[in-house]
């Protein structure tokens, strides 16, 4: 069984808020400081039983200790904020993350702390803040663990260990392969939302209360947090923008099916199409029980 | 109070089965015919309370007798039925349909039948068939009753009061507006979630499986009947071009600024998206509650 005296959370927002609360529950961890930039936030945050120390604007003075250091900021502040700590924190702690992008930015972070575990728990989506944090959030959810060569491979065992207990289903990822397969089944689907969303803004905002079920769950990730996504697609812009590609060419593939009047074609493109997405229900059973990336 | 003594259902799946229960739920009819292609659809549904009587293959015997008349087939085949059904409907009879289409199609209905109303219930998604069917699906949804200068007030006004009997909330709108504003709101989603899930089959279709809740949400119409979204498409094609094109547009202007790397016209973009996607959530408290189109 997995156990950190003293966990870190840097950044309490809805994912490190209800990792806290998960780890809590589970009997992980017996203290829990955290860091972040709203001294608001992380008060309440105290108020709710989430953590137990706030250290507003010193992620060094909440990390010195712990045992357990956990990234949940936006990623693109990531580097920073391991360099803020890395003198700071405990000799044998382990450090990880929350994030959506790991690549080049896990070698990064290896290179400036010492144990270092990429983590990526697929859970969340659009929701932000401690308001929506939960125990929960992570049962039926997988979490990507990316283990390098240079790993330490008993702080890898551990954080496989703490997402099981938390109820997630673990996976291994090489940290590059993560990149392209969350480009493709993450990062595009997001910027496809927002894309989608500013289409109704630039024919007429108005008329977004006709929307039904569909615009709603297709649009739903557009509400994600405008400033960690930011990061997100800018730092993995690269596979990202292979991905718009292969999608525009769908998207013309579909459009020259209309012009050209094929009715069996444009249904054989909707079929395939659904017969894919289709899986995500045979899998799970419940749908809509995996969480977000 | 509106009352239809005898309600003929063409099409005996999710809409049709679920206006049946919810007529039959509101007291507002005594008898429901049925037709469909397949008659072992509508002993099911005559077996589960949905209709009394099972007219497979014969919408004109389905229809005699009847008070209200409701075209519930794909909309591709609208025509046909109405044509089929002209000789046999009651002479005070109401005829109405379900269909995600209006623009000309009202009209050439219009022609055929003589007090014909044409509605689109924002109800539905993705779901499909009779299993799915409730009484209470249209609770909350809009109704768009289309209103031409030759609609017959009275059967426009029966209409209006069927709807709000069953929870909708009514609005009216011209055909064509209607088009635009659907192509807009509910078919491009749809083109976007089949080219999105194609993106995914195109690369390495079992990447699926690593997708959470935001992909999952994304592509969810992808489910939704080719046959049924191949007639939508085709039939409203000109409008939906129209804005497959702004679509492309700015999921080009993302691009753009993802390769010039301007952060903060990034953000912003992802902002304007946010907020107007936002208003969703704010004026229906419950933002899951309003139907699919």
């Not at 203290?31 to 992380?42: H, K, P, Q, T, V």
């Not at 992620?59 to 502040?77: K, N, S, W």
């Not at 054989?268 to 995500?280: G, N, T």
Request: hydrophobic share 40%.
């Amino acid at each position: 069984m997995v156990f950190f005296r003293k966990t870190a959370i840097l950044g309490v927002g809805l994912l490190g808020a209800s990792l806290a609360l998960a780890m809590r529950d589970k009997g992980l961890t017996e203290e829990i400081s955290g860091f972040g930039r709203s001294a608001e936030n992380l008060e309440k945050a105290k108020a709710r039983g989430i953590i137990d120390t706030c250290h507003p604007d010193d992620p060094a003075a909440a990390a010195a200790g712990a045992d357990l250091v956990v990234l949940a900021t936006p990623v693109g502040i990531f580097t920073q904020i391991a360099k803020a700590i890395r003198d700071s924190i405990k000799k044998d702690s382990i450090q990880t993350d929350l994030g959506s992008l790991k690549g080049g930015l896990v070698y990064e972070l290896e290179e400036i702390l010492p144990r270092f575990v990429g983590c990526h728990p697929i859970a969340g989506g659009e929701r932000m803040g401690i308001g929506a944090a939960s125990e929960r959030l992570f049962e039926g959810s997988k979490c990507i663990i990316t283990r390098t060569e240079k790993a330490n491979a008993r702080a890898v065992d551990a954080m496989a260990g703490l997402w099981s207990a938390v109820g997630c289903e673990v996976e291994f990822m090489d940290p590059f392969v993560h990149d392209e397969v969350y480009a493709l089944v993450s990062h595009l689907p997001h910027l496809v939302a927002y894309a989608l969303v500013n289409t109704v803004g630039d024919t007429d905002g108005d008329l977004i209360r006709f929307a039904g079920k569909g615009f709603r769950d297709s649009s739903r990730i557009a509400m994600s947090s405008p400033e960690l996504w930011r990061d997100i697609c800018r730092m993995n812009k690269d596979n990202l923008l292979r991905f718009t590609g292969v999608f525009k060419k769908n998207l013309e593939r579909i459009e020259a099916l209309l012009k050209s009047g094929e009715p069996g074609a444009l249904e054989r493109e909707f079929d395939s199409a659904r017969k894919l997405r289709s899986r995500l229900e045979n899998e799970n059973g419940n749908e809509n029980k995996n969480g977000n990336g």
